[in-house]
């Protein structure tokens, strides 16, 4: 016996130090080809970092979102790292018979929370099988691989409790209390001999051991990456807080001198940041993400997850390509696999690896422009991927690289360069919004200048205030809502631009960049420290992404100051609007910069309001399909995306659809009509149903043409 426990230990320490030595090759691999990327920079709050990692890996607050599945992988995370205690038990008691951790008096009750948590992963094991192949749901991928780590957690957990029990009739133990399974195993095999159940313990004592390497070994070369690269990706998510987009520099001196010709955006998966690459080696595969894009809801050619999953691989291939690092290990035994051959120098798939294109080849360009920037998919990944700006500067390499884009779209742009605005209409008329009521005091900066008085809010009005017509009407209740409260205020009339938002999510940086630069010069001219807008994209530009080129300011949405008008007494609802009334929540107002409560409280506040939440709300809330440039493209598959928020909105019942954006209320007005509810329901900014308040007019049910 003692000649077979050595040859049980010789075998054990070669199987175990080889697993491990492929682990952290396949690890390191991993790490070559996250290094091809642009380096990345970021600060060093590791308090708040540390802080991310204890609710989000460790409190798992985003998995919670989807309470059953949330619930399924509490039970694994924790049951996993709590049992490996008894895996090591487990491994010591077959290397050393009749012994086990010295646990002392203590251990009767660790074996007993042992099969208690063994047991409660194995509950979840048959539940996330039962979720995925005979549920079915949707966002989940089904398939042998799909099922592999499933096979991989029953195995070891079936085998701990049944070589648990073998070893208790091999050793002619007492059936105990403490190891209730075991001990039931131990009941219904007593009739073995201990010689027959020392050979069945290490028979399953075996193939727990096989189990657990092969799946340390299978870990890092899969879509279960993620239990490395997740909480890694989370630590250093603060560098990509608000959906902030990273500058391109134009400087031609900075340029790498080995392109012949300048490459703006990403073309090349090592384009892309580190930050982004370990994105792709971060996604779990669990489909949170597509399940909330109103692209993918939409019938668009679109999935979040997968256009991650697709680049993931391309840079496993490509990364194997560059580095000679093969990609499956162990590698004889994956031979045929792409990500080998393509590592070996002369392999022939290497210069077809290196010639494929990531736009085209990998990502289609209809994936790109169906996406609407917001960030649904981001605030749904519980690894906190950011999806939209690796899909932005996608866009950046077409728009500004192979100079391809929408016709619509373009137009759009072609109009801001050269009118200031999309419509491409006098940039002399930006001001002539004022007229709808002269009675309203509108200064612009130069106005008040020639008086010689002084402003404290800058009221940035948007293309959309002042050239829209429906828009302009919140403009006007906005300012005289302002009036009434005695704000000092001006606006910069013909002298204001686009704020660049446009430009710079359908991928046109330099334009941006352009528009942002004289921005800047104007807010400096006429010493702007408070800026106040009733567009949620210029407030979100202004706020998070002027301050890199150079500007910053206290940056307001008008809903956020009407609510402390409010508080302050400076504002008084008090006629009665009797109407039900629920609010659509801004993609940038809300997910980029997480303003949710402003526009509540000032609906809430208003005597005769019954306020109602859409059932996709706040966070959660879905985009009215404007974003990202999208207001000024048609769309052309799928269904409309503001149609399908409409319709989320109606199932509430509502008289009023109330929103904080001139580009939502244009969308939502728009699904009213294509409902044909609109002499029913009506769409209203927030200002517009306080000025209804504080001056007591009539409800507006009329919707412009």
């Known amino acids: 016996m003692e000649a077979l426990l050595w040859v049980n230990w010789i075998a054990f320490l070669a199987i175990t130090i080889y697993a491990l030595f492929l682990f952290v090759q396949v690890v390191r691999t991993r790490i070559a080809y996250i290094k091809l990327g642009r380096k990345s920079e970021y600060d060093q709050d590791v308090k708040q970092r540390l802080k991310d990692i204890w609710v989000y890996v460790f409190g798992q607050k985003k998995l919670l979102k989807d309470m059953k599945s949330g619930i399924i992988h509490v039970m694994m995370f924790y049951g996993f790292l709590l ?51 005979i549920e079915k ?9 799909a099922g592999l780590v499933l096979i991989f957690i029953g195995t070891l957990m079936v085998t701990v409790l049944a070589g648990n029990g073998f070893e208790m009739v091999w050793h002619e133990h007492s059936l105990t209390w403490t190891e209730p399974v075991a001990s039931a195993i131990a ?74 010709e300048p490459s703006f955006g990403v073309g090349k998966v090592e384009d892309l940041s580190e930050l982004q690459l370990l994105d792709l080696y971060a996604c779990v595969e669990c489909g949170r993400c597509t399940d909330v894009c109103p692209a993918s809801g939409s019938g668009k050619m679109l999935s979040p997850m997968d256009i991650l999953v697709k680049i993931r691989d391309h840079l496993t291939e490509k990364g194997a390509a560059v580095t000679g690092k093969s990609a499956w290990v162990p590698s004889y035994a994956f031979a045929n696999e792409t990500g080998n051959q393509v590592a070996d120098p002369n392999g022939s798939l290497k210069e077809q690896v290196m010639n494929q294109q990531l736009i085209g080849d990998v990502v289609t360009e209809e994936e790109l422009w169906a996406c609407t920037t917001c960030r649904n998919c981001e605030d749904a990944c519980p690894v906190m991927n950011q999806h939209v700006d690796t899909i932005i500067d996608l866009r950046r390499y077409l728009v500004m690289t192979e100079g391809k884009m929408d016709p619509e779209a373009q137009r759009a742009m072609m109009n801001i360069e050269r009118q ?39 009221f940035w009005v948007s293309s959309m205030g002042a050239y829209d017509n429906r828009s302009q009407k919140i403009a006007v209740a906005f300012a005289r809502l302002m009036n009434q409260a005695g704000v000092k205020f001006a606006i910069l009339g013909n002298k204001e631009r686009n704020s660049g938002d446009t430009p710079r999510r359908l991928g046109n940086e330099f334009l941006f960049q352009e528009l942002a630069e004289k921005n800047i010069k104007e807010f400096e001219k006429n010493d702007v420290k408070k800026i106040v807008t009733i567009d949620p994209h210029a407030y979100n530009i202004f706020k998070n992404e002027y301050p890199d080129f150079g500007f910053e300011a206290e940056v307001y949405h008008h809903t956020e100051l009407l609510a402390e ?39 809430q506040s208003i005597p005769g309001v019954e306020y109602v939440e859409i059932e996709r709300n706040r966070e959660n809330g879905m985009c009215c399909g404007a974003g990202g ?32 954006c001139p580009y939502c209320l244009t969308m939502l007005t728009d699904g009213t009509k294509a409902k044909e509810v609109d002499e029913e329901v009506t769409t209203q900014d927030v200002a517009e149903v306080l000025e209804r308040s504080i001056f007591g007019e009539p409800a507006k049910t009329e919707q412009p043409a």
């Open 83 to 133: 049992v490996q205690f008894g895996a090591i038990d487990y491994i010591w008691k077959g290397l050393n018979p009749e012994s086990n951790l010295p646990f002392g008096i203590f251990y009767p009750g660790f074996v007993f929370f042992q099969e208690i948590v063994t047991l409660t992963i194995l509950v979840a094991v048959v539940w996330a099988f039962y979720r995925r192949y």
């Open 137 to 145: 749901l949707v966002r989940l991928k089904r398939g042998f691989k």
């Open 187 to 260: 009941f219904v095999f007593m009739w073995m001999s201990p010689t027959v159940a020392a050979t069945m313990f290490y028979i399953m004592w075996w193939i727990h051991l096989v189990a657990l390497l092969a799946f340390l070994v299978y870990v890092p070369q899969s879509k279960h990456a993620h239990l490395i690269a997740g909480p890694a990706n989370v630590y250093f998510n603060q560098d990509k807080k608000h959906g902030k987009l990273e500058p391109i520099s134009f400087d031609m001196d900075e340029m790498d001198e080995t392109e012949e």
């Open 420 to 458: 200031g605005n999309p419509w491409g209409l006098s940039k002399k008329d930006r001001e002539n919004w004022r007229e709808m009521d002269e009675t309203l005091r509108i200064p612009t900066v130069k106005e008040l200048n020639k008086e010689g008085e002084e402003f404290e809010y800058l």
């Open 565 to 603: 008008l409010i508080n302050e007494g400076r504002l008084e609802p008090k006629e009665a609007v009797n109407e039900k009334i629920t609010f659509h929540d801004s993609c940038y107002l809300g997910r980029y910069n997480e303003v949710y409560n402003p526009p509540r409280d000032i609906l």
């Open 629 to 660: 440039g999208m207001m000024w493209m048609e769309e052309t598959t799928g269904n409309r995306v503001n149609v399908a928020r409409t319709e989320q909105a109606l199932e509430v019942t509502p008289n009023t659809i109330s929103s904080g």
